[in-house]
């Protein structure tokens, strides 16, 4: 729900006609959505040939098989574009002879610490506002519908605030305690609105507290997370206080790829938005349980068009069965998360998934894990206030068995758990999981794998 609402005021008609084509192609025959895919990749690539100085001298060598590889949907040949690239070669990225008008730079967060530049077009910027407008209308939200937002805000001194130009109800997450629950909840139901959007483990907290405090009859419709991996934990927690479903959207800055959840709960990779390539062994980095690094390659933003790029996301295949909601997108079975929230043994494994562990331990309210080397991990700890000693041991059982006996496992009980600077509370920090995840490919390459159960 990042609305460039200065896009929809300028450009209101194209971007309806864009939405109204999106609620109809998303019915179409995988034949034509073949036909249409391997067009977008025919434009994206040559464009990129013909006007992007970094392609013509990376892909360049490679135009003459093109076609080859769309009729195919197979780029795997071509080399692959690393965020780290984009920061080194931005310049050389740039498409030449486009306008200058109506572009804009974009930031990545940075959450391997070092924050990225991309440059978007005025037809990525429509194309955005359309699809995450589809995204919302998946789940039965209308645009214009009143909405609550738990987001980072640092400029807001106030716990809660209205957006009147989105119709909003802001929880600037920098305001986040346990003492202003009870404004929450007296704001949400006065405000009675259509959804709410959070990041999960900001949610969940408060979910925790609501519980605490006895406060579990909202009545609000349904609960929309985004921006960090939605954990099954946090998930559970959220369903059973809000009592409404809780769905998903993952997305980035640099529009990458877009993966939302229908009204049926499952995961569609939207296919207009980008090519995303389907996970094999040759493709991307692995990771535990089958999961993938997710590659894409965009069709809207001719300015910066990324190929083959990266995004540092796992993501594990659906099962290949159609969705009741009769859309013939492929789907997804989970988000798995960024490769740097995986730790790292001393062997090479590479763990993810370790939320598992807590599942056991309803008196955690909230933990995360921190890995400065591979001989061992931190485990952070707050206390809910149903929580009991077993609970700990509990924890450190399973953890055990997920990660073997080589690393030491330290449980630390702390009052709070500090937001990043982004407003999100990270449930891994992994230094050797980061170097992982900025590192070449090949560099990276796990020697083996092992995940959750
Ligand atoms: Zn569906």
């Known amino acids: 729900m990042k609305f460039r609402l200065s896009d929809y005021a300028t450009h209101p008609l194209a971007i309806k006609r864009l ?3 999106l609620l109809k192609s998303q019915y179409w025959a995988p034949a034509q959505r073949r036909e249409w895919v391997q067009e977008r990749l025919e434009r994206t690539l040559r464009h990129a040939v013909k006007n992007v100085p970094y392609y013509r001298r990376t892909l360049g060598p490679y135009e003459s098989r093109f076609n080859e590889m769309i009729d195919r949907l197979d780029l795997s040949e071509l080399p ?14 740039c498409a030449e002879g486009t306008s200058n008008t109506e572009k804009n730079t974009v930031r990545t967060s940075g959450t391997t610490g070092t924050p990225t530049r991309f440059l978007m077009d005025r037809e990525s910027n429509l194309h955005q506002f ?50 202003n629950v009870l404004l929450y909840v007296r704001a949400i139901r006065a405000f009675r609105p259509a959804l709410i959007k959070t990041y999960p483990t900001t949610l969940n907290l408060v979910c925790h507290w609501m519980k605490e405090l006895g406060l579990d009859d909202l009545q609000v419709k349904r609960v929309v997370c985004c921006a960090e991996t939605l954990r099954d934990h946090h998930r559970a927690t959220i ?35 980008s090519f995303v390539e389907s996970p094999s062994k040759e493709v991307g980095r692995s990771a535990p349980g089958g999961s993938m690094e997710a590659v894409t390659t965009t069709f809207h933003n001719l300015a910066m068009p990324l190929i083959r790029y990266q995004t540092g996301d796992l993501v594990t ?36 998934s370790l939320e598992h562990a807590f599942f056991d331990a309803p008196g955690v309210q909230m933990s995360q894990i921190v890995q400065e080397t591979t001989a061992g991990i931190e485990v952070k700890i707050v206390k809910a206030e149903d929580f009991v000693a ?12 997920m990660i073997g006996d080589e690393m030491v496992i330290e449980l630390s009980l702390v009052d709070s758990i500090p937001a990043g600077e982004n407003g999100k509370i990270p449930f891994v920090i992994s230094k050797p999981g980061s170097q992982a995840a900025q590192d070449d490919p090949g560099a990276a390459e796990p020697s083996s794998v092992a995940g959750g159960p």
């Open 19 to 21: 939405h109204d084509e």
């Open 130 to 179: 359309a699809s995450m407008w589809r995204v919302l209308n998946w789940v039965g939200y209308r645009f214009g519908n009143r909405f609550v937002d738990f987001k980072a805000d640092p400029d807001k001194r106030i716990p809660a605030t209205y957006d009147a130009r989105q119709n909003c109800l802001v929880f600037p997450v920098e305001h986040l305690k346990r003492d």
């Open 390 to 401: 077993e609970d700990l041991d509990r924890v450190e059982a399973r953890l055990r068995g």
């Open 317 to 352: 295949p659906g099962d290949g069965t159609p969705c009741e909601c009769e859309r013939t997108y492929r789907t997804v079975g989970r988000i798995d998360g960024r490769l740097q929230d995986m730790i790292v043994a001393p062997d090479g494994r590479y763990l993810a």
């Open 80 to 93: 692959t574009l690393s965020k780290q690239d984009v920061r080194v070669h931005f310049d050389e990225l």
């Open 239 to 273: 369903e059973k206080v809000m009592r409404c479903p809780v769905y998903d959207f993952y997305a980035q800055n640099e529009r990458a790829a877009l993966i939302s959840t229908c009204e049926w709960g499952r995961y569609h990779v939207h296919e207009e938005y």
